[in-house]
């Protein structure tokens, strides 16, 4: 038997009751004849009828429904959804609340909210009406046209026009395969005067989240629908079909102002929620908190807001009392933030560019996650090159290298924690050839160990490589402190460097020009810098560094290596040997001392044979800053010069291009 129920079919789907009088089950076969349908007489403006009309539309009146609600279909999967991290109790509570809020939620596509808090304008200013041709549609996809707009036409979305502005239409296909029916408004988006209403900052939202356990994600019904364009402003959306010319009532997509014009409705319907019980990009929406009875009050508050703003809930996109979800690009839990797996895939399945655009498409994407990659820029540098201006596109082996390591980067991307203001900051900050970049990190509440709040990097632009290795330190430091400025400011923090020279340089008397002011940037901040071995520096990747004789703050430095110069050339058996920079390979790899003048000096190369720094007999290294490593694999190449030989087959082979160095 089947029980007679009024259903709405628009969201194609109709639940049945069935019931079995018998004592014996009955088997239900596929294309079993079960009921049938009928139409229903629409009964508009009857009090006494409280069941919802087919198609009339429920866009609310501000009020709540009073007395118990019967859940619907898309709420009682949301429910269930909702319920499986909770207790049995706590479970109730949330279908209560699903209950009491019924009306917040749309029941089908069509059954959209209409707000009156806000307008969208279209400011066109002095410009004349923008006239265009309608494009010619594959003859298969004419039928999907005309039936997306006899759909709007009945639902109250678009109207019929007289205007004197025109645009074209475009089909889109839809993941789901569904057609997404767009207006091509380029040609209107010139000619509109800009909003310049902010979007918030995506790391500010998500760095809101800290000390929350729960987590809740709101999606409103096809939400710029729900906003109305000004009358007057309504012409200036017409389209042209096979069909005649029409204009939307709602906000389309595709204006320019759009975003800006939800991001005001929405900031001012949460308006004392927002940053304090929930977080909002557009229409999206997160309820927070540390407790189940907190979040659920939240969200019942943020219910009766969207309410009284007569704005409706998408129940297939919502997601209620998680651990753990997906927003704004990321993955959000207590824990912290990583990178959403389907945003990651996207770059791992990303073939390998052929064009300079292809590359930009590409670093463009993953810079989107460069918080989660220590070294951004410094792994990326072979393909920023590629994007220079006036550089023919030509992928080499670095490049390649490049590329996968930025895939194998995002595939095993750390879970970043929440800044926690209570607590003090760590910055390790580091320069290399090519890029600076810095770590920013916080000791954990019940935890000995340092966790990553976020990464930072910038490849250094070509003024900048030229810079000594203390001025490109101290760049690091400058830039990486502007970076993290919201973290910062008006707290006490530690910045860790494994440059020694940079804790005197910092109290240094009457500077001059670029370095006074980037100790000006420094000076509004309370730090404290402290020195780490580069061994122990690891996670800013230290690299060996080298002062240099243009920079007249690295004078220290420069008079204690001249004083080692002079006795160690005191005694006539000694020379000494320094690793030069060629610049070709014709050029010598070593260069010598005599009479007290340095030929060349340059950065120890990590990794690299020719770079290594070499100490010959009784010389000491001269450089300003040599790591732990960098000393013990230059202790293997010290050997005699009087003993006219080389112990060491490397050392032999760099001597060779100088001749002998017997005295």
């Not at 590359?359 to 820029?377: D, E, H, I, P, T």
């Not at 203390?470 to 400011?489: G, M, P």
Request: charge should be positive.
């Amino acid at each position: 038997m089947v029980a007679k129920i009024l259903v709405d079919p628009s969201n194609e789907l109709v639940p049945l009751r069935l019931m079995n009088p018998s004592n014996r089950p009955i088997t239900l076969y596929e294309g079993t004849l079960v009921g049938e349908c009928y139409s229903a007489e629409v009964i508009e403006n009857n009090p006494s009828v409280g069941c919802r009309t087919l198609q009339g539309r429920n866009r609310g009146d501000g009020v709540p429904p009073t007395g118990p609600t019967q859940l619907t279909e898309p709420l009682e999967e949301l429910a269930l959804r909702s319920c499986t991290e909770l207790t049995e109790a706590q479970a109730g509570e949330v279908r209560k609340c699903l209950a009491a809020n019924a009306d917040v939620f749309a029941r089908s596509k069509e059954d959209l909210g209409r707000t009156d808090l806000v307008q969208h304008q279209i400011n066109t200013g002095t410009a004349r009406p923008i006239r265009q041709a309608p494009r010619r549609l594959p003859i298969h996809r004419k039928g999907e046209a005309r039936i997306e707009v006899e759909r709007m036409l009945d639902h109250d979305i678009i109207e019929p026009s007289m205007s004197a502005w025109a645009s074209p239409i475009v089909l889109v296909k839809k993941k789901d395969g569904s057609t997404r029916f767009c207006v091509d408004y380029r040609k209107l988006n010139d000619v509109t005067e800009k909003d310049s209403y902010p979007l918030p900052r995506i790391d500010d939202t998500l760095d809101t989240l800290s000390g929350a356990k729960w987590f809740s994600t709101l999606d409103l019904a096809s939400g710029y629908w729900q906003v109305e364009v000004q009358e007057r402003d309504r012409p200036k959306t017409a389209f042209v079909t096979g069909s005649g010319l029409f204009q939307f009532k709602v906000l389309p997509f595709g204006l320019c102002n759009a975003p800006a014009t939800f991001e005001r409705l929405m900031e001012r319907v949460l308006k004392g929620l927002q940053w304090q019980t929930c977080l909002l990009y557009l229409d999206d929406v997160i309820v927070y908190g540390d407790s189940f009875e907190k979040t659920l009050k939240r969200l019942a508050g943020v219910f009766q807001r969207l309410r009284e703003a007569k704005l409706k809930l998408n129940p297939k996109k919502c997601n209620l009392f998680r651990r753990e979800v997906n927003y704004l690009g990321h993955v959000v839990s207590s824990e912290g933030i990583a990178p959403d797996p389907e945003k990651v895939r996207c770059v791992l399945e990303w073939p390998t560019p052929c064009s300079t655009t292809e590359v930009r498409s590409f670093v463009g994407l993953c810079s989107y996650y460069r918080r989660f990659v220590k070294g951004f820029s410094h792994i990326c540098a072979p393909l920023f090159r590629l994007t220079e201006k006036e550089r023919d596109f030509r992928w080499n082996e670095d490049c390649e290298l490049a590329f996968r390591k930025m895939k194998q980067e995002l595939t095993s991307a750390p879970i970043l924690v929440y800044p926690d203001e209570k607590r003090a900051f760590i910055l390790d900050s580091d320069a290399s050839n090519f890029a600076i970049g810095s770590v920013l990190s916080q000791v954990t509440e019940g935890s000995t160990q340092e966790k990553v709040v976020a990464y930072f990097s910038k490849a250094l632009s070509k003024t900048e490589r030229n810079y000594c290795v203390t001025r490109k330190e101290l760049l690091a430091i400058v830039l990486s402190i502007k970076h993290f400025h919201h973290y910062l400011y008006g707290a006490k923090f530690v910045v860790r460097t494994d440059h020694g020279a940079l804790r005197w340089l910092v109290n240094f008397r009457n500077p001059e020009g670029q370095l006074a002011r980037w100790l000006e940037t420094l000076s509004t901040y309370d730090f404290d810098i402290t020195h780490r071995p580069g061994r122990i520096h690891g996670n800013a990747d230290a690299l060996s560094r080298r002062p240099c004789n243009e920079c007249r703050h690295c004078e220290k430095s420069e008079e204690k290596e001249d004083q080692a110069d002079k006795a160690n050339l005191a005694e006539p058996t000694v020379k000494q040997v320094f690793v030069i920079n060629r610049r070709n390979e014709s050029e010598p790899a070593v260069g010598i001392v005599e009479n007290h003048q340095i030929f060349h000096k340059v950065n120890h190369i990590p990794g690299s044979t020719d770079g290594h720094m070499l100490s010959c007999g009784k010389c000491k290294l001269t450089t300003a800053t040599l790591g732990h490593t960098t000393l013990e694999r230059s202790a293997g190449f010290k050997t005699e010069l009087g003993a006219n030989n080389c112990r060491q087959s490397g050392l032999k082979k760099l001597l060779e291009p100088m001749g002998s160095l017997t005295s």
